[in-house]
């Protein structure tokens, strides 16, 4: 089983909605079985609070379930996950300078990479912003998601072969 985090600053609304998207196609394509997928924060300072109400409100009127509560991102996590997928740039960089001995920098990777429209260098926090900003995060993550889908299924079907 393939194990895949999402993180972003406070793991309450880029990192959950993350989640519960690739969760949703995850289990339309079948492949529940073969993956299991989590997310966190940089920060603990939302920890153990559930996510953002704006956020979950967002996700549920494009059919996504955001169950669960904040927690932060620790080191073991480099360990558990095969693949660990850093929000925007800046928690990309702090994941790497968490990596000191850049023993794990093969595992971490930034969202936007799987996005299809290069319009953005990451995903924006909209933590501060209005519904607007919840929707264009929602539409970064699907479209990145179904690019990650897409590359998890490339990665798997040519490991078959071999």
Do not use: W
């Amino acid at each position: 089983m393939k194990k895949i985090l999402f993180v972003c600053l406070g793991n309450i609304c880029r990192s959950p909605a993350a989640e519960g998207i690739l969760k949703k196609y995850i289990n339309e394509s079948g492949l529940e079985n073969e993956y299991q997928i989590d997310s966190a924060g940089l920060l603990d300072y939302h920890e153990g609070e559930t996510y953002d109400p704006r956020m979950i409100k967002h996700a549920q009127k494009r059919g996504y379930d955001l169950p669960g509560t904040s927690r932060p991102f620790v080191f073991s996590d480099f360990e558990k996950y095969d693949l660990i997928i850093a929000l925007d740039n800046e928690i990309f960089n702090s994941l790497k300078a968490l990596d000191k001995k850049n023993k794990y920098s093969t595992k971490i990777v930034k969202m936007i990479d799987f996005y299809s429209n290069k319009k953005f260098d990451g995903v924006p926090d909209p933590y501060y912003s209005g519904a607007s900003g919840f929707e264009l995060v929602l539409d970064i993550l699907e479209d990145s998601c179904q690019g990650l889908l897409k590359k998890l299924s490339s990665d798997d079907s040519t490991k078959h072969q071999k």
